[in-house]
């Protein structure tokens, strides 16, 4: 269908806005990791401090679509999803979350927290015997985050960490492809694998590594000291195509 | 661990019995080729036929709260392809592996048609329908003129897409569509 703006144009439009030198362009970082390494904890610390800098501070979390959350969540309760149901609805969950929330925060400068981001999909789903070059084509256009920061946990300590307070869930757990009964057992072998294909990832995408078995405020303070020196990169090239898909197809502006 | 092979080769679902593609407009359009297309068969290889949003995936989308944002193209899609694994796990494999014969009604045809006709990057298409078989045969059928047949998957995407502000016109996204079945 004939757009107002050509591919061209919005190329243009995107990469003039976002390279601006005028306005605090709108950031995004990315908190990554598997369940247990405390990245939720330190995204909530970072947050509170990126806000007593002045930030505007945007959050997204994995998952959390309005419009398809509600089609993944009772599938997930009724243990109704093969891997290829499971990572097509979470690529569309992200799609929706990328041009509801996420692009048009960045376009107002601001800065966007995601708790969890398109390698966890990619981690879980190969995990899950997939093929990692077809799920990381559902995600694109790809959105690069400016910094994404790997939580690095052993699947020991994730699973000590999850099951102090829980018993994790049947997709959790991987039962759906360990076919193992017992939770806590089939969590670490599943853990174990999509621990692995994080590592794999963390090498590929040039992600920061914490050692997420350090001490919270350890870990804060790495953090802080590398959002400094990593917000200095100017802006990825390889954005100018999912900006200008939203600002064509999505609504953008 | 069970190791799952990906199941993203499209030559190798089909090998035991006969898909039908019956790609088009409308729904009754649609289901009234399949019937047509099995009536031909002998009743013992019928597989049956299967039909878009078999998974409730789009009926749930329709309920979804007024404010939960406007579903893209892509999203779209990504939501079909993810019914279509749904058809394919529970109706079509099924029936392929009794050797049977059974009719997608739609299939991947018109979803790739829905896609280039938003501006969607073939590649893209192609990738994303890895997963499906090739059908053993393909019939486009256009929607009966002057019938009310708006419930399909066409007229769905159709109405979403221009119910956005910046979204095409509806009749204009359709005719495009049947364009894209035509080549």
């Given at each position: 269908m004939a757009s107002a703006l050509s591919l061209r144009d919005a190329r243009r439009h995107a990469r003039a806005h976002f390279t601006s030198p005028a306005e605090r362009r709108g950031l995004l970082i990315a908190f990554e990791g598997p369940d247990g390494s405390g990245k939720t904890t330190q995204r909530k610390l970072f947050k509170k401090w990126l806000q007593s800098e002045g930030y505007d501070v945007v959050t997204t979390k994995w998952n959390s679509s309005e419009l398809i959350k509600p089609i993944i969540k009772p599938r997930k309760n009724a243990r109704a999803l093969s891997p290829e149901e499971f990572s097509l609805l979470h690529a569309a969950d992200f799609r929706h979350r990328v041009e509801q929330q996420v692009m048009p925060a960045l376009w107002q400068g601001k800065l966007v927290i995601a708790d969890r981001f398109l390698f966890t999909g990619l981690a879980r789903d190969v995990a899950r015997g997939l093929d990692l070059d077809w799920v990381l084509k559902l995600y694109t256009p790809l959105l690069w985050p400016d910094l994404v920061f790997y939580f690095s946990v052993s699947p020991d300590t994730s699973g000590r960490r999850v099951t102090a307070t829980r018993t994790p869930n049947y997709y959790e757990s991987g039962r759906d492809v360990t076919n193992l009964d017992d939770p806590v057992e089939s969590y670490h072998r599943f853990i174990t694998r999509v621990i692995k294909e994080y590592e794999s990832l963390a090498v590929i995408f040039n992600m920061i590594t914490v050692d997420a078995e350090q001490s919270m405020s350890d870990q804060h303070y790495r953090i802080r000291e590398l959002f400094k020196e990593g917000i200095t990169r100017p802006w990825s090239d390889w954005n100018e195509e999912a900006v200008a898909e939203w600002l064509m197809v999505a609504g953008g502006e | 661990m069970t190791e799952r092979s990906a199941s993203l080769s499209p030559k190798s679902?089909?090998?035991?019995?006969?898909?039908?593609?019956?790609?088009?407009?409308?729904?009754?359009?649609?289901?009234?080729?399949?019937?047509?297309?099995?009536?031909?068969?002998?009743?013992?290889?019928?597989?049956?036929?299967?039909?878009?949003?078999?998974?409730?995936?789009?009926?749930?989308?329709?309920?979804?709260?007024?404010?939960?944002?406007?579903?893209?193209?892509?999203?779209?899609?990504?939501?079909?392809?993810?019914?279509?694994?749904?058809?394919?796990?529970?109706?079509?494999?099924?029936?392929?592996?009794?050797?049977?014969?059974?009719?997608?009604?739609?299939?991947?045809?018109?979803?790739?048609?829905?896609?280039?006709?938003?501006?969607?990057?073939?590649?893209?298409?192609?990738?994303?329908f890895l997963f499906a078989p090739r059908p053993n045969r393909i019939k486009t059928v256009p929607a009966a003129r002057g019938a009310r047949d708006r419930s399909g998957f066409v007229e769905f995407v159709c109405e979403r897409l221009a119910a956005h502000p910046d979204g095409p016109k509806r009749r204009e996204l359709r005719d495009h569509i049947w364009a894209e079945l035509k080549r």
């Open positions: - | 679902a089909t090998a035991a019995g006969t898909l039908i593609a019956i790609e088009g407009l409308g729904d009754q359009a649609l289901v009234k080729a399949a019937k047509a297309e099995l009536d031909d068969v002998p009743r013992a290889m019928r597989g049956g036929c299967s039909v878009w949003d078999a998974s409730g995936i789009f009926g749930d989308l329709v309920i979804a709260a007024d404010d939960a944002g406007h579903a893209s193209a892509r999203t779209l899609l990504l939501l079909y392809a993810a019914d279509l694994a749904f058809r394919l796990r529970w109706e079509i494999r099924p029936a392929l592996n009794k050797h049977r014969v059974v009719a997608a009604a739609p299939y991947v045809g018109t979803a790739m048609a829905f896609g280039r006709a938003a501006g969607i990057d073939v590649e893209w298409l192609k990738n994303l």
